[in-house]
């Protein structure tokens, strides 16, 4: 098992690749091909153009007891033949969107093997639902690897997280912090085993005799301090702020009471001084992972136990004391005692106090993420497309400068590109998407803003949709930029259930007026795709 920590949809019809060539042969008239070269598929939307497959994932309503927003959802899967099969050996090429297609989601790669197609990756869902399920998008197969993907783990962890600890490393020094905040492990007690077997991927495993780790010295007022433990024997503790016993050097603790049976507290130290604020229940688990959460709002500190409320005190505390100690895990860092024996995993920091939904949400999710969400199959539409009218498998333009050609300049639209899908209430296609990337244009005279796309849905009447831009481009054929004259809107009608669709698209091509006449031109689209989208 590989684990990454990276440094600071829809179905489609492909058209494949078409080769276009502009020929000025005379002043009377240019010749241009468009030669369909071996079809290839692609998923997405204007944004998810270059992917070649796609899955959805859905998430249960009912592991979701109120609906949470921007939470960061665990996606795992311990193998897959699909993502062995067709995700690149570093990961680079996975993307994640929103139910509509149109949102790139925000994510970080832990987990990815290639041999086996196990992959773990943090994503940043903006809104999950507790009355219905919810759909997000996982894309991949883009051999563009320099093309940027959201792997973007700062952006994953949002402002309220001071840290974010995976625990994941071969040393101290590989273990980063995920947030912008560069809460990195800055030193050691002894030696930790590293890169131990972990709940989620790999962690840290402490002897309880003399290792620990320290993160450094920031501070809260309100907080959430969650991560999984693992214990040998009871006692001590896997996650602190507690420089010894002096008062004014202690600010909070998770961990277990080994003089009082394993009893697990979560414990603050208000600002205004005197005493210990601190829930508790008795836990004297060992030999197995447990998640442990304490919470601190300003007037109660809770303890979660696996996602469920095990101690609640309220207190006239205001703010946590600021102190001058490390965050550690595995001992109290600074006076280098307290030492926990066991293993550490997924250990986070909150700026703020989280609900019981978030907690439980994340208890599920992380403790097993099969029956939270589920993948559905691997979308990777070869279906053909259809080209007619046809002359020696091309479409040809024919013109002189300055002038406006369709393909086939008979005006009988004979040859033209249509695609049929039937759209219903499972695949939802409300949208087409036609792309044409970049030209290949070493004189400049054709490229894509000479090309326009035209659309009708009789084969009749055509209206523009505008042209296509360098560089890459797409235009989006829907319900509401259906152009006048164009034929009846076949998006119409509410619902649109089991409706038979048909769009005829064809490409007239603009040649500049000041193309020289005694010159042959060439260029090629790299790709150009039409294809219908799950859009809502």
Known sequence: MKNILYD???????????????????????VLFLIPQSPFVETGSAATTDYLYSRSITIDHTKINQSLSYFVAWIYKSSDNDFKDHILAGGEDIAFYDSSNSTQL??????????????????????????????IWIYYGDSDTAETKNHNPESVWHTQYDMVQHMVGAAYTDIDDSTSNNNDCG???????????????????????????????????YITVSGWIYADSTGDYPMSKHNGSA???????????????????????????????????????????????????????????????EGSDSHSAGTIQDTVTEVASGCRYTPNNGFYNGR?????????????????????NQN?????????????????????????????????ANTQVWCNSSGDYNEHLRENVTANATTNVTVFLVHIGDLND??????????????????????????????????????????????????????????????YFLFKLSIPSDAPTDEFYSAAIDSCWIKPGHYV
């Open 8 to 30: 600071k949809k829809s179905k489609a019809r492909v058209f494949g690749t078409l080769i276009i060539t502009a020929i000025v042969v005379s002043a009377s008239f240019a």
């Open 106 to 135: 925000n994510h970080e790669i832990e987990i990815w093997e290639k041999s086996t197609g196990e992959l773990g990756v943090w994503v940043n869902i903006t809104q999950i639902s507790m009355s219905v399920d919810t759909t």
């Open 187 to 221: 030193g050691e007690r002894d030696s930790p085993t590293y890169n131990a077997t972990g709940k989620l991927g790999k962690c840290v495993e402490y002897d309880g005799s003399d290792d620990g780790n320290g993160f450094g010295d920031f501070d809260s007022n």
């Open 247 to 309: 008062t004014n050097k202690i600010q909070w603790v998770l961990h277990q009471d080994s003089t009082d049976g394993g009893l697990a507290r979560f414990r603050i130290w208000p600002s205004g001084g005197g005493d210990w604020y601190d829930s508790d229940d008795l836990f004297s688990t060992t030999g197995s992972w447990v998640h442990l959460t304490g919470t601190y709002d300003g007037t109660y500190t809770k303890l979660y136990i696996n996602g469920e409320l």
């Open 344 to 364: 550490v995993d997924e250990y986070t920091i909150q700026n703020q106090a989280k609900n019981s939904s978030w907690v439980n949400a994340t208890f599920l």
């Open 368 to 400: 097993s993420p099969s029956t939270f969400l589920t993948f559905g199959d691997e979308i990777s539409d070869e279906s053909s497309f259809t080209l007619y009218g046809l002359v020696n498998n091309r479409i040809t333009f024919s013109g002189t």
């Open 442 to 503: 070493t004189d400049a005279w054709i490229n894509a803003s000479n090309i326009a796309l035209f659309v009708s849905s009789d084969n009749v009447s055509y209206a523009s949709m505008g042209s296509f831009t360098d560089g890459g481009s797409n235009k989006s054929v829907n319900k509401s930029t259906w152009p006048g004259g164009a034929g009846d809107n076949p998006f119409d009608g509410a619902g649109i259930t089991d409706k038979s669709v048909d769009i």
